[in-house]
């Protein structure tokens, strides 16, 4: 109990220096929260009354997001998934290669998605295809990280079970280990196809298409009432896969 208590102290310790250094660095003053204040006078003076006559013309942008933030992470998801097995300790065939793979997934995964965009607009040029291989890149990485660890953490007795009466490793890992982890895969896939879907927005800044482009153009024209309506329809696309993707894992579960 005592060696607890001097180990919660240390930690307590430590966690306010990183506090008080962090804060420093970040320029972080209590007095800047009064200015909140300023930025509520601030919506209701030029996003009110919300532009609803563009409403039809969004649709067209919203679907290409939503494409946008699908094919990226749909067409991750099945590269991710033979890349996880050669990343996961209990699956990996060769020491080496696990090495390999886990090294590489880690590389995609230290690059966000606005620098994958920012080379491949320049390469391939404006539009939403560069956005999709940004999205396809980065979530490889991540996608890689999150379904290895699922992999490691599953029960070997079915594998095992599967090996004893000769079936091989890849069939194995195919009947007795994606079966456990299934239901927790798609929980990871439309997590990471919401944060797609956010993620596209901010490459649509930098001409990735969708209603992210449209976003940036009008808060750059000073068209406030539009730029509400178009914040409120990117909230509602991601309500919209919150709650699909939780009907689906119900219907999977």
């Known amino acids: 109990m005592?060696?607890?208590?001097?180990?919660?102290?240390i930690y307590t310790v430590?966690?306010?220096?990183?506090?008080?250094w962090a804060m420093g660095k970040t320029e972080f003053e209590w007095e800047n929260f009064a200015n909140f204040s300023k930025a509520f006078s601030f919506i209701g003076d030029r996003f009110l009354p919300l532009d609803w006559s563009i409403l039809p013309s969004l649709f067209d942008p919203m679907l290409v997001t939503l494409a946008i933030a699908f094919l990226g992470t749909f067409f991750a998801l099945l590269v991710a998934l033979p890349l996880a097995f050669a990343s996961a300790k209990n699956t990996?065939?060769?020491?080496?290669?696990?090495?390999?793979?886990?090294?590489?997934?880690?590389?995609?995964?230290?690059v966000p998605e606005i620098v994958f965009g920012l080379i491949f607009v320049v390469v391939l040029g404006l539009g939403p295809f560069p956005a999709v291989f940004a999205i396809f890149l980065h979530n490889i990485g991540v996608l890689g990280k999150l379904i290895s660890e699922l992999?490691?953490?599953s029960d070997r007795g079915p594998q095992e079970a599967m090996e004893s009466v000769g079936s091989t490793r890849?069939?194995?890992n195919l009947f007795a280990i994606i079966p456990q982890i299934w239901p927790n895969i798609l929980s990871q896939y439309f997590y990471r196809f919401e944060v797609a879907i956010r993620?596209?927005?901010?490459?649509?800044?930098i001409g990735g298409g969708g209603i992210g482009q449209r976003l940036i153009n009008d808060f750059e024209s000073f068209n406030y009432p539009a730029v509400g309506v178009e914040v409120l329809c990117i909230m509602?696309?991601?309500?919209l896969v919150d709650l699909f993707?939780?009907?689906v894992r119900k219907r999977v579960i």
């Open 2 to 9: 005592i060696w607890f208590r001097k180990r919660l102290i």
């Open 14 to 20: 430590i966690l306010i220096i990183a506090t008080w």
């Open 92 to 110: 990996s065939s060769n020491p080496l290669l696990y090495y390999i793979n886990r090294f590489f997934l880690s590389g995609l995964r230290s």
């Open 151 to 153: 992999i490691e953490a």
């Open 170 to 172: 890849k069939v194995g």
């Open 199 to 205: 993620t596209s927005l901010v490459l649509g800044f």
């Open 236 to 239: 509602a696309m991601v309500i």
């Open 245 to 247: 993707g939780a009907f």
